[in-house]
């Protein structure tokens, strides 16, 4: 018999599923971001088209989704290696929430900068 | 007095069991070991079901409690039925004898390829090994220690869904004692036990050993020490 859902619902199992979902989403990004480096390879005029449209209110706010996704991929990244890696305390839900605010505010920072 | 209606998992196979109804009279400060002996005791003599000391120490009462594997002697129905209903199923990860009762062999079975066994060099002639209690090495022993087996963390694992060959919390909390055991001979041979894709670094540290483990212990700590101690055996070429 497998666990469902109800053994599974701990903060560091959420922390996990977010870990994952964040790095998945990101890799489907990564050749809309290769393609959209490439249009500088098309000409200046290309480019700056392609940089106009990415001033409309609505891909703003996808970019700092994307924002969010990056510093909580990083951040949740980076919780795992101080556990893993420094001497075993009591702190991981403690770092698990630091990750969290650090993912939030790199997320409230870009919004603030583009609007 | 009210009553508390409990589903119980029935059958020889997971697979080809199901969820029978019953009603238990609710009492004050009962467990949930109390709830499923008076089952087997008044209403179906036929339920199969696991325990010994009743008090926290054998291991031999887990099972599965409203979808979260816990010891069940000592938890108490208040904290898990607030609703009035009970769901007790088999431990998961292994498979079902009958009705609650698990064949336990593979979860031990994975303690023996954890080289979970001491190796000292000494014999009685020569005289007790000297280990401080308060050296680090100590500590780390100290911290995992107290496993009694029950299976909890085994049964709430993820990985070891996955992965059935994973060797699980429990045997590689256990590694992780005799690693800190200075008088232990077989490091490097149980090094090499633990890893690899069914070792430590299979585990993604969900950490749901941890929250799950009766005896407070953290299994997750204990792994994390043996990432770590395969890591440099590695890069001093030692294993």
Redesign the interface.
């Known amino acids: 018999m497998k666990n469902d859902f109800r053994s599974r619902n701990h903060p560091a199992y959420w922390a996990f599923i977010l870990h994952r979902m964040s790095g998945v989403a990101l890799s489907l990004f990564l050749p809309l971001h290769f393609w959209a480096l490439g249009q500088a390879l098309q000409g200046e005029i290309k480019l700056q088209g392609f940089l106009r449209w990415t001033e409309q209110p609505w891909v703003k706010i996808a970019e700092t989704l994307l924002v969010v996704l990056l510093a909580a991929h990083m951040s949740g990244g980076v919780r795992l290696l101080m556990l893993e890696f420094l001497p075993w305390r009591s702190w991981h839900k403690t770092l698990l929430a630091l990750a969290l605010g650090v993912s939030v505010a790199m997320g409230l920072m870009f919004l603030l900068s583009v609007f | 007095m009210s009553e508390l209606t409990v589903r119980i998992w029935r059958g020889l196979e ?1 697979e080809n069991g199901e969820f029978q109804d019953y009603k238990v009279p609710r009492l004050e400060s009962q467990t949930v070991l109390d709830v499923v002996t008076y089952v087997q005791r008044r209403v179906d003599a036929s339920l199969s079901y696991r325990f010994a000391c009743r008090v926290g120490v054998c291991g031999s009462c887990a099972m ?1 409690v ?4 816990r010891w069940t002697c000592r938890t108490h129905v208040s904290k898990v039925a607030k609703d009035g209903l009970l769901e007790i ?2 431990l ?2 292994l498979p ?1 004898i009958k009705d609650l009762v698990t064949d336990m062999s593979v979860f031990f079975d994975k303690w023996a390829k954890a080289r979970g066994q001491f190796q000292g060099e000494h014999t009685r002639h020569e005289a007790f090994a000297q280990v401080k209690p308060d050296s680090k090495a100590r500590k780390n022993v100290d911290a995992a220690i107290e496993c009694i087996g029950c299976g909890v963390c085994y ?2 694992c ?1 990985v070891v ?1 996955w992965n059935a060959d994973y060797l699980g919390p429990a045997a590689l909390s256990r590694a992780w004692t005799l690693v800190n055991d200075v008088r232990d001979v077989a490091q490097k041979e149980r090094l090499q036990a633990v890893a690899g894709d069914a070792g430590c670094q299979a585990c ?5 050993c ?3 483990c009766p005896k407070g212990i ?1 299994p ?2 204990g792994i ?2 043996l ?2 101690a395969v890591l440099n055996a590695s890069l001093k070429g030692e294993l």
Do not use: C, D, L
């Not at chain 2, 409203?66 to 594997?69: E, K, L, Q, T, Y």
């Not at chain 2, 993604?204 to 749901?208: D, G, L, Q, S, V």
């Open positions: 997971a599965s409203n979808g979260v594997s199923a088999p998961r990860n079902v049964s709430s993820e869904s993604h540290t969900h950490i749901t941890t929250e799950r953290s997750t700590a994390a020490g990432k770590r």
